[in-house]
């Protein structure tokens, strides 16, 4: 039985880069998602797009948590920087 998206556990997003050739260990943290890795302009590449997914998914009045994988991709592609 599927559960109701009211009932549905926490989701947690997660941002992997790289591509980090300089020795830096870069983490950032928040309470829905994590950016670990990349060079540094990957690495904030990452943490914007973060941010900016939350931004919409607030606009929508959705948590995480609440979107199909399908529509969360659509929003990650639309938040990503050029």
Known sequence: MRQKNSE????????????NEDGHKRITKAEEFSVVGGSEETHERLTETALKTFEE???RGKKLNQVEPKEL??????STPE
């Open 73 to 78: 991709s659509e929003i990650i592609e639309k």
């Open 8 to 19: 549905k556990k926490p989701a947690h997003l997660l941002g992997i880069g790289l591509d």
């Open 57 to 59: 998914l607030k606009t």
